[in-house]
């Protein structure tokens, strides 16, 4: 039941553009995403829910596949504080969240 | 507005000992969730609380165990420690139950267990 997420980790240089991916085997009602740096707590990036848009800010959107269960997170232009680890925490209706194992994201000078 | 508090940051126990948690939620916030966060295991769901009833229950032994108060302020005990249990535990709060709620993080309890 635990989402997975591709890739494990991600090297890029500023201004690169990422791509992470998150897949469940269950049918989903929202999928959360988080970004997590080193020894802080996970920090909400945005959350797409089942029949709604896609969501963004700044330069990080989201996208949902209901269909499919799965959902990307699109980075682009990435900067150096994009670095840290990105969690996809999927839900189904009986409230129980999964979340993946992460995405490690390296921005390089 | 404070966010979710845990209490202690940093614990050091040793193997065989119990160990108690504490976590308050946002104000406002009534469902409060556990999760162990290890390394290349992600974050493992442990249990969630709302309105002092435990609601659901990830795939942990009995020696994890919880509760919630009237105030929605939760703790979570882990009995007979094992080397294992090394980890960071995570409470999170949301307003209400329901996948559309946004999950806010506390800074976790960081414990070791030697």
């Known amino acids: 039941q635990q989402p997975v997420q591709s890739p494990q980790a991600v090297i890029l240089r500023e201004g690169e553009d990422a791509v992470i991916n998150c897949s469940s085997s269950k049918a989903l009602y929202s999928v959360h995403w988080y970004r997590q740096k080193h020894g802080e707590a996970p920090v909400f990036l945005m959350i797409l829910l089942k029949g709604g848009e896609q969501k963004g800010h700044e330069k990080i959107s989201a996208s949902f596949n209901e269909k499919k269960q799965q959902s990307s997170l699109y980075l682009t232009a990435s900067q150096l504080s994009y670095s840290g680890t990105y969690f996809c925490?999927?839900?189904?209706?009986?409230?129980?969240?999964?979340f993946g194992t992460g995405t490690s994201l390296t921005v390089i000078p | 507005k404070a966010g979710v508090t845990q209490t202690p940051r940093y614990l050091i126990k040793t193997r065989g000992q119990q160990v108690t948690l504490s976590c308050s939620p946002i104000s406002g916030h009534r469902s409060v969730s556990w999760y162990q966060q290890t390394p290349g295991q992600g974050l493992q769901f442990l249990f969630e609380y709302f309105s002092e009833t435990q609601r659901n229950k990830g795939n942990f032994p009995g020696r994890f165990s919880g509760r919630q108060f009237s105030n929605s302020r939760s703790e979570m005990n882990v009995s007979t420690l094992e080397l294992g249990d090394s980890a960071l535990y995570l409470c999170?709060?949301?307003?209400?139950?329901?996948?559309?709620?946004?999950?806010?993080f506390g800074e976790g309890s960081w414990l070791t267990v030697v």
């Open positions: 925490g999927t839900a189904s209706l009986g409230n129980q969240f999964y």
């Open positions: 999170a709060s949301t307003r209400d139950r329901g996948p559309g709620n946004t999950i806010y």
